[in-house]
């Protein structure tokens, strides 16, 4: 069920989120205090595209507690926000449900990427 999830994903709207992560990381790697930061936008860039079958637990110390403010203020509230409204979207019909679940999932972790790690 997995692979069939993250195929229809990709076709009906993850390929467009994976792309504002990957932009997102590209802008950041612009200077070289932002690549860290940009490169945990391509990483996650990967999860964006197929995020049927993964999950995500949060953790992390000081550092990134400080990464994530940064993020929030400069990236991570714009990429969320972009999560939320496509959930909605997709959970006015039922079909789109599951897929909008998983948009909210992304939109937690637009806010707090660093600390975070997926399985």
């Known amino acids: ?3 069939l999830g ?3 994903w990709f076709l009906f709207g993850g390929f467009v989120s994976g792309l504002t992560w990957l932009l997102a990381g590209c802008l950041w790697c612009i200077t070289i205090v932002g ?4 490169m945990q936008c391509f990483k996650l860039a990967g999860l964006c ?7 995500v637990q949060y953790g992390g110390g000081a550092a990134s507690f400080l990464l ?3 993020w929030i203020v400069f990236s ?5 926000i972009e999560h939320v409204v496509m ?3 997709l959970c006015v019909t039922i079909i789109g449900i599951p897929f909008g679940l998983q948009h909210f999932k992304l939109a937690k972790l637009a ?4 600390g975070a790690v997926v399985y």
């Not at 991570?76 to 969320?80: C, D, K, P, S, V």
């Open 87 to 89: 959930g909605c979207i």
């Open 49 to 55: 595209f197929f995020p049927f079958g993964k999950e």
């Open 6 to 8: 993250n195929v229809l």
């Open 111 to 114: 806010l707090m990427p660093f």
């Open 76 to 80: 991570g509230l714009i990429l969320a």
């Open 68 to 70: 994530n403010v940064l």
């Open 1 to 3: 069920m997995g692979c």
């Open 35 to 38: 690549i860290p930061i940009g």
